[in-house]
């Protein structure tokens, strides 16, 4: 599966992006999706995820409450909806996608990876 990030840009503090992931390849709805980020001179990081289904989601504590994500099989497509945001949110966010097996919340257990798409909050 090929995935196609989008959706980046600067945004204040307080205020809102909506990332979008674009799936193409084999049958979407077989992958979990996840969203991870990266900060300049940190280590990846996730963000979150959601089942194949689409009925169960996970987040990391620091987004919890403020990011919320979503899928669309039919579309072949994964949202990342993020509101007031912060600064230290800024970073380049990344979508993933794997198989039925390992952690949500590690980066190892993921097959693809889109590209990337930068998210810059100012103060």
């Known amino acids: 599966v090929q995935l196609q990030a989008s959706g980046g840009g600067l945004v204040q503090a307080g205020g809102s992006l909506r990332l979008s992931c674009a799936a193409s390849?084999?049958?979407?709805?077989?992958?979990?999706m996840g969203w991870f980020r990266q900060a300049p001179g940190k280590e990846r990081e996730f963000v979150g995820a959601?089942?194949?289904?689409?009925?169960?989601?996970y987040y990391a504590d620091a987004v919890k409450g403020r990011f919320t994500i979503s899928r669309d099989n039919a579309k072949k497509t994964v949202s990342l909806q993020m509101n007031s945001l912060k600064p230290e949110d800024t970073a380049v966010y990344y979508c993933?996608?794997?198989?039925?097996?390992?952690?949500?919340?590690?980066?190892?257990?993921?097959?693809?990876w889109g590209q990337g798409t930068l998210v810059t909050v100012s103060s």
């Open positions: 993933a996608a794997k198989v039925y097996v390992g952690s949500y919340y590690s980066v190892s257990p993921y097959d693809y």
């Open positions: 390849g084999r049958t979407f709805s077989s992958y979990e």
């Open positions: 959601i089942s194949w289904s689409g009925d169960r989601t």
